[in-house]
């Protein structure tokens, strides 16, 4: 099998791959469902073209063509290696030492209601505020679409139901991505800090989410280490998918 082929064959795999795990969640996480089925389309669409074109060269150059896809396949998936290494490596981060502020970042709400990937951050805040018990637990997130109430207000109520002192807790309300979350929680932070040393902070996310939130706070300029949490298992696959192209946008755009 030639190697023209052998891509042929992994692209048209890869879709069909992707075709069938984005029907089997989009029961549970709709958006990102579409986009998995889309990519899978597109996949299996590339390759039948390659192995048609190949077959019956409708197309005039079509040879010099396939080398061309084939080296954009290849770098793509090389790509996809690297940067999906990256956020695996991040993802096992569970730092439970010291912490000034415990910086808890937002996810969806239904409502006013946290959802399942809320919780389990908030959960994470619980445990790890028991750990350190004078930390300041800063919440952030802002208000989104189909959600009543600002993320941060919904983990501040999340939290005090837990026990959490309610003087332990700030709010940030502004942001609706992880550089604002970053960003907006930093002037926050430095507002507070009386201090003459330098403040350190832990985040609490997803674990798909650590490698890109640590990468957005140092741009912030804050000394980070990162508490990781879970996600659903049938779920994860899709939220490191999307974790792929949200750090290569991050990592060109995010200031």
Do not use: C
Not at 201 to 207: C, F, L, M, R
């Amino acid at each position: 099998m030639d190697k023209s082929k052998l891509i042929n064959w992994i692209l048209l795999i890869l879709g069909a791959i992707f075709m069938a795990y984005g029907v089997g969640i989009s029961f549970i996480v709709n958006g990102i469902a579409k986009a998995i089925m889309i990519m899978g389309a597109v996949l299996i669409a590339l390759s039948l073209f390659k192995s048609l074109g190949k077959r019956h060269l409708i197309i005039k150059h079509f040879n010099r063509i396939d080398k061309v896809i084939n080296v954009l396949v290849i770098l793509s998936f090389i790509s996809v290696f690297i940067i999906e290494g990256a956020i695996v490596y991040g993802s096992f981060e569970k730092n439970k030492g010291k912490t000034d502020y415990i910086l808890v970042l937002g996810a969806g709400l239904w409502g006013d209601a946290p959802s399942d990937t809320l919780i389990r951050r908030l959960e994470g805040a619980v445990e790890l505020s028991e750990i350190n018990k004078d930390s300041i637990i800063l919440v952030s997130g802002g208000q989104g679409p189909g959600e009543t109430v600002t993320e941060a207000e919904a983990m501040e109520k999340y939290l005090m139901a837990k026990g959490v002192d309610k003087k332990r807790i700030v709010r940030e309300e502004k942001a609706t991505n992880t550089m604002g979350n970053m960003n907006f929680s930093k002037e926050i932070m430095d507002e507070l800090w009386r201090e003459k040393e330098e403040y350190n902070v832990t985040i609490i996310t997803s674990n798909f989410h650590i490698f890109r939130s640590k990468l957005l706070a140092k741009r912030a300029g804050m000394n980070v280490q990162a508490y990781s949490v879970a996600v659903k298992k049938p779920i994860e696959p899709a939220y490191y998918i999307r974790e792929y192209f949200a750090l290569i946008k991050s990592y060109i755009f995010d200031r």
